[in-house]
């Protein structure tokens, strides 16, 4: 089953609104949790990197002002698009590190903003 | 920097047909890695790893890949595809002293009947 739960799966917004998206670690404690973002046909790009009790590290061309990320749990990240705009419509998805295991990832946001 | 490259952005196939899906990486390090298959609207599955050992490392769903270190590549391959199987596959690679996957472009299998 899931290891990695990702919510919401979808959610629509609009223009200038804030949107948050909880990642869980389901069964075991992520001390670290990873951020990506899939524009249509396109592949995988790392945003952040989630350290739990730490600040993110977020990737370069990526504003940490807009894309805030809180790790306050061993068990879950959240993703806030603040003042979000259309260009910010796309595919979110978190994975998370499991003790002698490959990374697990969630199941995806999609995000649209009207 | 490592960097993954898939080298067919789109490939289509009959059903029953077998299927390559080529993947280069370039390091200068050791590397770990992993093929996931991506349905639509949906996150990743791990289909396969290699990490160390045996090159030729089977995975899940009929998918096996072999890890060529002079050619550096870890092409995915299946002898018989089923319709199922549609979907975006990604190569990804992992540097041993690091934890974050670099994902190669993506290769979209389309699988006619």
């Known amino acids: 089953g899931a290891v990695v739960s990702q919510h919401p799966s979808w959610v629509i917004c609009k223009s200038g609104t804030s949107v948050k998206i909880e990642c869980r670690s389901l069964d075991f404690q992520a001390t670290t949790m990873f951020w990506y973002r899939q524009f249509p046909k396109q592949s995988l790009m790392l945003m952040a990197t989630?350290?739990?009790?730490?600040?993110?590290?977020?990737e370069q061309g990526v504003e940490k002002d807009k894309f805030l990320i809180n790790h306050a749990s061993l068990t879950l990240s959240t993703l806030t698009v603040t003042s979000a705009h259309p260009e910010d419509s796309s595919f979110y998805i978190c994975?998370?590190?499991?003790?002698?295991?490959?990374?697990?990832f969630g199941n995806g946001t999609r995000l649209t903003v009207t | 920097a490592q960097s993954v490259t898939q080298l067919d952005s789109q490939v289509p196939v009959f059903e029953e047909a077998p299927v390559e899906l080529r993947c280069n990486y370039s390091?200068?390090?050791?590397?770990?890695l992993f093929w996931y298959v991506q349905y639509p609207n949906q996150g990743l599955q791990l289909l396969l790893k290699y990490l160390s050992g045996s090159t030729l490392v089977k995975g899940i769903n009929g998918f096996e890949a072999e890890f060529n270190k002079s050619q550096t590549s870890f092409h995915l391959r299946k002898p018989s595809v089923h319709i199922s199987d549609t979907a975006e596959y990604f190569c990804?690679?992992?540097?041993?002293?690091?934890?974050?996957?670099?994902f190669g472009g993506g290769t979209r299998v389309l699988v006619k009947p």
């Open positions: 989630s350290n739990e009790g730490s600040k993110a590290t977020y």
């Open positions: 390091s200068s390090v050791s590397v770990y």
């Open positions: 990804a690679g992992l540097k041993a002293a690091g934890n974050k996957l670099t």
């Open positions: 994975s998370a590190i499991r003790p002698n295991s490959p990374l697990h």
